[in-house]
C-alpha cells in the first residue's frame, strides 16, 4: 500500500507499530516497523518511542538467530544505534555502541559515539573517541570536527582552531567525497565561530578572539577567507566585503557546495 501511494503517513506507521506490538517475536516486523517509524518526522515525535522499541526488540531477536555470527551482531547493533540516534534517543544509542566498543575499536561505531556524546554534552567522552579515531586515521575530518567543537564548546579556543585549520589543510589535499564531507564539517565550525543566534550557534567568539589566535586562522589562507566570508555575511552587514572572501574561496577551491550556497545566500541577501 505504501509502495503504490508513494508516501509514508501517520496511519500507515501507526498500523506498522501496531503490528510490531502485536508480534513482539517477529523478526521482519520489527524492522519494518523501525524504517516505516524512522522515515516519518512530521508528527511531533509521537511514534518515536514506539519506533526505538521496536529497534530494541529486532536487534534482540537477530542475535539469537541459529546462524548469525559475532560480526553480524556488531553490524546490528551499530544499525540499530543509528536508527535509534536519528530517533533522537542519544542515550540508548550508546549503550549499543559501547558494546562494540568494548570488543574492538570500530570506525562506524567510534564516529557514532562521538556524536552521541556530543548531543548528550559529554564533551571529554566525545574527545576521547575523537582521538581515539585519529590514532589511526589522522585526516578523518569528521574526529577532527568533534575535537575542534568540543574545545569550543569548554572555551579552549587555541585548541579549536588549530583542529578546524587541519580540516582545511584536509580539505586542500582530497577530493570528491571526502572534499565535501571536510567542507561540510568545516562550514559547521565557521558558523560555530562567528555566528551568534540565540539558539544554535551561542558561541561567537570570533569578535574575541586575541590577535594570537587571529594568527592561527591567518596561517590557512582557506581558512582566513572562508572565515571571512561567513562573518561578513552573517554578522558584518558588508555583503561587498562577503562576496569578496566567498569568491577567493571558490577562486582556490572549485566546487564547493557550502561555499557555492554561502556565495548564493550573498547574491540574495544583495537583492
Known amino acids: 500500500i505504501t509502495g503504490k501511494a508513494g508516501e509514508v503517513t501517520q496511519t500507515y506507521v501507526n498500523k506498522m507499530l501496531d503490528y510490531a506490538d502485536e508480534y513482539p517475536d517477529n523478526l521482519v516486523v520489527q524492522r519494518l516497523a523501525v524504517i516505516y517509524g524512522s522515515a516519518l518526522k512530521g508528527d511531533n515525535a509521537q511514534h518515536y518511542e514506539r519506533t526505538i522499541n521496536s529497534a530494541i526488540r529486532y536487534e534482540k531477536l537477530y542475535s539469537q538467530l541459529e546462524d548469525v555470527t559475532e560480526e553480524d551482531i556488531k553490524n546490528s547493533k551499530i544499525m540499530v544505534a543509528q536508527w535509534i540516534i536519528d530517533l533522537g534517543d542519544y542515550n540508548t544509542a550508546v549503550r549499543y555502541l559501547e558494546d562494540v566498543l568494548a570488543k574492538e575499536n570500530n570506525k562506524d561505531a567510534i564516529l557514532l559515539a562521538a556524536r552521541c556524546y556530543d548531543q548528550l ?73 562567528t555566528i551568534n543566534d540565540g539558539s544554535g550557534y551561542p558561541y561567537q567568539v570570533y569578535q ?40 577567493a574561496v571558490l577562486d582556490s577551491q572549485e566546487n564547493l557546495s557550502q561555499a557555492l550556497y554561502l556565495q548564493g545566500t550573498i547574491y540574495y541577501n544583495m537583492k
Do not use: W
Open 121 to 193: 554534552d559529554n564533551y571529554k567522552k566525545c574527545r576521547q573517541m575523537a582521538e581515539l579515531m585519529l590514532e589511526n586515521t589522522p585526516n578523518n575530518t569528521a574526529a577532527l570536527y568533534y575535537c575542534a567543537i568540543t574545545n569550543l564548546k569548554e572555551g579552549n579556543i587555541e585548541e579549536s582552531l588549530e583542529y578546524t585549520t587541519k580540516i582545511c589543510e584536509v580539505m586542500e589535499t582530497v577530493e570528491g567525497k571526502e572534499k565535501h564531507d571536510a567542507e561540510v564539517c568545516l562550514y559547521a565550525m565557521l558558523q560555530y565561530l
Open 208 to 247: 574575541k578572539l586575541t590577535e594570537e589566535q587571529k594568527n592561527i586562522i591567518a596561517e590557512n589562507t582557506l581558512f582566513y577567507n572562508y572565515i571571512q566570508a561567513v562573518y561578513y555575511c552573517f554578522n558584518g552587514n558588508s555583503l561587498d566585503e562577503a562576496l569578496e572572501y566567498a569568491n
